[in-house]
Structure formats: C-alpha cells, structure tokens
C-alpha cells in the first residue's frame, strides 16, 4: 500500500538525481551534423539546454505541489494553490515537449555522424552501468535507441515521456477543479515518472560523454 511515508522517502531519491538533469543537454552535442544555422552545434545545444532547463522548471513545481501533499493533504489541502503549481509544471512541459520536437525535425534533417555511429554501437552500455551503479533496464532502454545510432528515436522517446507525465498532470487536474484530493497513488506515479525521465536523459548523455 503506497503511503505518504513512502512518498517522502522517494522525494530525497529524486532530489540527488534531478542535480544532474542539466546533461540531459549533452544529449545533441556529438551526433548532429549537417549544414546551417539549425544544425549549427551551439544552436542545438543551446535548444536542449532550454528544454532541460523547463523541464527542471516543471519538476522544481511538482516538488511544490508535492510539499502541499505531504503537509497537507489529510488535512487543509489548498486547492487553488495546487491548482497553480500544476498548471505551471504542464505549461512547461508543454513548452519543452515543443522544442524537443523542433529539436527532432533538426535531427532528422541534419542525420548522425557515422563516426559518432560507429562509437555508439560499440559502447559497452551494460558493462558502463554496472560500473557506474546505474538502473540496468533504463540503460537498456537507452541502449535500444543508441546501439543503433537512432539519436532521433531517443529524443522523440524523450518527448513521450514527457507526454506521459503530462497526461498524469490531466488526471491530477481533473481531481482539483473538482475540489477532490487526487488519489495518493497518482502522486507516487508522478514522481516515478519523472524520476524515469530524468535517468533516461541523464543516462543518454553521460554515454555521449564518454564514448
């Protein structure tokens, strides 16, 4: 049975993940080439940073919202401020899943170096993980992606997650306007998926870092 106990332990988990979300940016940095301004590599950099950034945005939010739960939520819960503190983590999210997905069209247009192919299909994905203490199955759902060069197929993975958590943020939505507390359950998830987003992103880019 998922309790608010729970839900504090897994709060401290995520906080010493999210501190390295920002190189979810590096994501772009070796595999896109190509001509003009929007292939140009500061330029996609630049992109991706900003939508690490909002998605950070999004999750400093969600940990807003979260505090009202834990304190809160069996007894004076704040609708309206939860309220705000949602619609303001999916605006952002909105908003990253936008340049995420102008940052595809790039990708696909640009295509990946063969050099950069060629390292990532020899990248030792699960030997680096249990090297590195990393969760084996998100490695291995990154490595689905970048043993094949499929950069595009990461970032275009990166916005369903993305969707995903969104979709949640609906249901949560749906409760409030109704001045219903949500489901304790729906809060767990929330933080598992962001927490899932933040490793797949922070993996993909420690393997561009080191291959």
């Known amino acids: 049975m998922i309790n608010r106990s ?6 401290v988990f995520l906080a010493g993940i999210i501190l390295f979300s920002n ?3 590096l994501i772009f940095l070796n595999g896109v080439g190509g001509g003009g301004e929007e292939s140009n ?3 996609v950099v630049n992109l991706s940073m900003e939508a690490a950034t909002l998605f950070l945005q999004s999750n400093a939010d969600t940990f807003m919202l979260l505090g009202e739960v834990e304190q809160y939520y069996d007894t004076y819960f704040d609708f309206s401020l939860a309220l705000n503190y949602s619609g303001a983590a999916m605006q952002k ?3 990253a899943e936008s340049i995420y997905l102008h940052l595809s ?4 247009k640009a295509g990946v170096l063969p050099s950069v192919v060629v390292k990532l299909a ?3 994905y699960l ?12 490695m291995l759902e990154v490595a689905f992606y970048l043993a094949s060069g499929n950069v595009l197929g990461l970032v275009v993975k ?3 997650n993305l969707t995903e958590i969104r979709k949640l943020y609906v249901r949560i939505e749906h409760s409030l306007i109704q001045n219903d507390r949500p489901p304790i359950q729906y809060f767990w998830s929330l933080l598992n998926q962001y927490s899932r987003a933040t490793l797949f992103g922070n993996y993909a880019a420690l393997v561009f870092n080191n291959i």
């Open 6 to 11: 729970m839900l504090r332990l897994f709060l």
């Open 23 to 25: 190189l979810d940016a």
């Open 41 to 43: 590599s500061d330029y």
């Open 93 to 95: 999210l909105e908003s």
């Open 105 to 108: 069209k790039i990708i696909k």
């Open 122 to 124: 020899d990248f030792d």
């Open 127 to 138: 030997g680096f993980a249990e090297q590195n203490d990393l969760n084996r199955e998100i």
């Open 158 to 160: 990166n916005i369903e």
